[in-house]
């Protein structure tokens, strides 16, 4: 079982920067893949960023690529996505999640999730 708690939103300019957090439980931390999805309101949740338990893969959804970054210490049991370049499409709740496969699979499938964590880019 892993528990995730995020922190790190918070209003910000657009232009601004944001880095978020995510504090996982449990000893097995370096043997599951992280990642960061997003929900805005009234659409669905989308993929983010994902990285690989030695935090040497990522994938980032095309879009987002070049502003966020997501990286990870297991020796925190913390992973994290910085987010650069905000723009006011960016508002969302934002999750962090976790899977016990291939960084490039959690896309699609995540075996626990946190609960979130609220983003709000201003004009």
């Known amino acids: 079982q892993v528990q995730l708690v995020e922190s790190g939103g918070g209003l910000v300019q657009a232009g601004g920067s944001l880095r978020l957090s995510c504090d996982a439980s449990g000893r097995t931390f370096a043997t599951y893949a992280m990642g960061w999805f997003r929900q805005a309101p009234g659409k669905k949740r989308e993929f983010v960023a994902a990285i690989g338990g030695n935090g040497r893969t990522t994938y980032y959804q095309d879009s987002m690529e070049g502003r966020f970054a997501i990286s990870r210490d297991n020796a925190k049991n913390t992973v994290y996505l910085q987010m650069n370049s905000l723009n006011p499409e960016d508002t969302a709740v934002y999750y962090c999640?976790?899977?016990?496969?291939?960084?490039?699979?959690?896309?699609?499938?995540?075996?626990?999730w946190g609960q979130g964590t609220q983003v709000t880019v201003s004009s």
């Open positions: 999640a976790a899977g016990n496969r291939e960084p490039s699979a959690l896309k699609y499938r995540c075996d626990y």
